[in-house]
């Protein structure tokens, strides 16, 4: 299979683990099982990469700098779009640069997904208007205020509908899996569990 080019968008005050976690599953994903086949990259299926306005670091919830792979100027082609959230959502919402930028790498991506908050993000571009999605707990009620045709998942981990969106932080490895369960199939997303020792099944 081609190799599938995964971005994943970081900001000051993102939520560490939204990001963190599903580019561990998707960096180490391997269509060729067991522990020698992560010594490489001959079998990943995922070139995976952070993307943030500029190449300058970003602080994470918790105060961790990361920099970024990429700005927005520089970034490659996109064929995944992963969208996390955290505090730094709330700013970003009223960011015409940021919500310009996702909105435009969600027409030529193949996916789009969110973790926690980030689907608030998707909601203000219009990109789950008449959809199936889901948030953290603790934005439920305005992701049903920024559009009222989504209709919000109160009790799902994981919801695909078109996009894919994910409840908080944790819950984007399981969102992670599922898109690699999507993509590479269910054996491959199976072995990528067993292999950083996740308990996951498929919803």
Same mark, same amino acid.
């Given at each position: 299979?081609?190799?599938?080019? *995964?971005?994943?968008?970081?900001? &000051?005050?993102?939520? @560490?683990? &939204?990001?963190? +976690?599903?580019? !561990?599953?998707?960096?180490?994903?391997?269509?060729?099982?067991?522990?020698?086949?992560?010594? $490489?990259?001959?079998?990943?299926?995922?070139?995976?990469? =952070?993307?943030?306005?500029?190449? $300058?670091?970003? =602080? =994470?919830?918790?105060? *961790?700098?990361?920099?970024?792979?990429?700005?927005?100027?520089?970034?490659?082609?996109?064929?995944?779009? #992963?969208?996390?959230?955290?505090? +730094?959502?709330?700013? @970003?919402?009223?960011?015409?640069?940021?919500?310009?930028?996702? !909105? %435009?790498? $969600?027409?030529?991506?193949?996916?789009?997904? $969110?973790?926690?908050?980030?689907? *608030?993000?998707?909601?203000?571009? /219009?990109?789950?208007?008449?959809?199936?999605?889901? =948030?953290?707990? /603790?934005?439920l009620d @305005?992701?049903?205020?920024?559009?009222p045709s989504?209709?919000?998942?109160?009790?799902?981990?994981? #919801?695909?509908?078109?996009?894919?969106?994910?409840? +908080?932080?944790?819950?984007?490895? &399981?969102?992670?899996?599922?898109?690699?369960?999507?993509?590479?199939?269910?054996?491959?997303?199976?072995?990528? %569990?067993?292999?950083?020792?996740?308990?996951?099944?498929?919803?």
């Amino acid at each position: 299979m081609s190799l599938i080019h *995964l971005g994943i968008l970081i900001f &000051d005050d993102v939520e @560490l683990l &939204d990001f963190a +976690g599903p580019f !561990e599953v998707f960096s180490r994903t391997r269509l060729n099982g067991g522990v020698e086949a992560r010594r $490489s990259n001959e079998s990943a299926p995922f070139h995976v990469f =952070t993307v943030a306005r500029t190449a $300058s670091a970003v =602080t =994470t919830t918790g105060g *961790l700098q990361v920099v970024p792979h990429h700005g927005f100027e520089d970034a490659p082609r996109i064929d995944v779009l #992963v969208v996390p959230g955290g505090f +730094g959502t709330r700013a @970003l919402l009223e960011d015409p640069v940021a919500l310009a930028w996702i !909105e %435009a790498q $969600s027409r030529t991506a193949s996916e789009v997904a $969110s973790v926690c908050t980030g689907s *608030l993000l998707l909601a203000k571009i /219009g990109l789950l208007a008449g959809r199936r999605a889901t =948030t953290h707990w /603790g934005a439920l009620d @305005l992701l049903a205020t920024i559009d009222p045709s989504i209709t919000v998942e109160r009790e799902s981990r994981v #919801v695909s509908d078109g996009v894919t969106s994910s409840a +908080g932080v944790a819950a984007g490895i &399981d969102m992670a899996f599922a898109l690699v369960a999507k993509l590479c199939g269910i054996e491959v997303a199976r072995e990528t %569990a067993h292999y950083i020792e996740y308990p996951w099944e498929p919803e």
